[in-house]
């Protein structure tokens, strides 16, 4: 039997315990299994979780009486030093799998992730862990976390971004309309 396993070309995953069962018992037309492959372990690809909002809406806040509060919009992503900005879970190649005839059969593929650092954040010693290094707002460019503790503003403060609430310091390169706010800490 061992020699017709050989001629057939299984190298792998022969069971050896089958073979002597029937041997010992002579159970003529019964399915035997005689050889048996190691199916690969798929992994699972590296995600990547935020804690804050990666994108600004920069909508108005609807007030309970169904009109528009232009005053506050929230276009500022507060964060305190210390604190955790993301995580990553991270990937698991799997392990691949070998079929009765001794070839490799690979697992599923995965996508590899790492948290790529911007100004002012520093990774856990695993790197699995991102913290904000000053207190100001974070943001997200180029799958980058940058934590600034000076909020700029382009243009002038208005409806497009309601009044500025801000822990730290503020730079606006054009006016502060009338009926809007900054209020600043730095």
């Known amino acids: 039997i061992l020699n017709e396993l050989v001629r057939s070309r299984i190298k792998y995953g022969v069971v050896e315990e089958n073979l002597d069962g029937y041997l010992k018992k002579r159970q003529f037309s019964t399915d035997i299994l005689l ?43 507060h964060v305190s030093k210390g604190d955790i900005l993301a995580t990553l879970d991270p990937v698991d190649y ?3 799998g070998i079929d009765v005839c001794g070839t490799v059969i690979r697992p599923k593929k995965v996508v590899n ?5 911007g100004l002012n954040v520093h990774l856990s010693e695993d790197g699995n862990t991102m913290f904000a290094d000053v207190s100001g707002h974070v943001s997200l460019n180029d799958d980058r976390v940058f934590v600034s503790n000076t909020f700029d ?15 730290g ?10 009926g809007f706010c900054v209020r600043a800490k730095g």
């Open 35 to 77: 050889a048996k492959a190691m199916l690969p372990v798929d992994g699972k690809s590296a995600v990547i979780t935020y804690n804050f909002s990666m994108k600004n809406s920069a909508k108005p806040k609807m007030n309970e009486d169904g009109s528009v509060d232009f005053h506050q919009i929230d276009i500022i992503n």
């Open 94 to 96: 799997g392990r691949p």
């Open 113 to 117: 992730k790492t948290l790529r650092l």
């Open 153 to 167: 503003i382009r243009d002038d403060v208005d409806s497009s971004t309601g009044d500025i609430i801000y822990d």
């Open 169 to 178: 310091n503020v730079t606006i390169k054009g006016n502060v309309l009338t």
